[in-house]
Antibody, heavy 119, light 107 residues
Framework: EVQLVESGGGLVQPGGSLRLSCAASGFTFSNYWMNWVRQAPGKGLEWVANIKEDGSEYQHVDSVKGRFTISRDNARNSLYLQMNSLRAEDTAMYFC????????????WGQGTLVTVSS | DIQMTQSPSSLSASVGDRVTFTCRASQSIRTSLNWYQHSPGKAPKLLIYAASSLQSGVPSRFSGSGSGTDFTLTISSLQPEDFATYSCQQSYRTPQTFGQGTKVEIK
């Protein structure tokens, strides 16, 4: 069974940092693109970043470029999102998701970890 | 960025109803359109990919259609577990943008 479990969320002050983790199991992690998607309170889903199977390519949405970095450790079956210079507008539930192989998309999602940026 | 607009933003329906949602892209995305179901506290679920392909394990009452800029998701007979929010996503161009969602509520 595919499982994705996010962790690392919490309350942080503006300008602070957090590192989110996503532990994957039930599939060969190194064979899949991986994604981070977030949902702010009362808002729609927003794709944040994705990373290629071997970590050699990655992309971030413009609103987080220069502040967030996606990475992965295939030996640990883990995906990460390093978030620096956090702003109030980064407050959201953050989901990790496995890339669909047959077509771009996300076929499995975790339940999310909540990040709250507030003083 | 490609903007995705969903309508309606919410709807009330009864078990057994046929419901249809629409999603419009600000430019042609061919068939690079996915549909997801999500609810608070639950992991989002992929329903349809590439506009009309049913994801494995998803009930056949869900179907998708469209190409270019206009897409629809149809639930042929609404079930109690279908009361949720439905979001479309374009995967044609980075950033992969989502619509704002359509919330289905019990009438």
């Amino acid at each position: 069974e595919v499982q994705l479990v996010e962790s690392g969320g919490g309350l942080v002050q503006p300008g602070g940092s957090l590192r989110l983790s996503c532990a994957a199991s039930g599939f060969t992690f190194s064979n899949y693109w991986m994604n981070w998607v977030r949902q702010a309170p009362g808002k729609g889903l927003e794709w944040v970043a994705n990373i290629k199977e071997d970590g050699s390519e990655y992309q971030h949405v413009d609103s987080v470029k220069g502040r967030f970095t996606i990475s992965r450790d295939n030996a640990r079956n883990s995906l990460y999102l390093q978030m620096n210079s956090l702003r109030a507008e980064d407050t959201a539930m953050y989901f990790c998701g496995r890339g669909l192989q047959v077509s771009p998309g996300i076929d499995y999602w975790g339940q999310g970890t909540l990040v709250t940026v507030s003083s | 960025d490609i903007q995705m607009t969903q309508s309606p933003s919410s709807l009330s329906a009864s078990v057994g109803d046929r419901v249809t949602f629409t999603c419009r892209a600000s430019q042609s995305i061919r068939t690079s359109l996915n549909w997801y179901q999500h609810s608070p506290g639950k992991a989002p679920k992929l329903l349809i990919y590439a506009a009309s392909s049913l994801q494995s394990g998803v009930p056949s009452r869900f179907s998708g259609s469209g190409s270019g800029t206009d897409f629809t998701l149809t639930i042929s007979s609404l079930q109690p577990e279908d009361f949720a929010t439905y979001s479309c996503q374009q995967s044609y161009r980075t950033p992969q943008t989502f619509g704002q969602g359509t919330k289905v509520e019990i009438k």
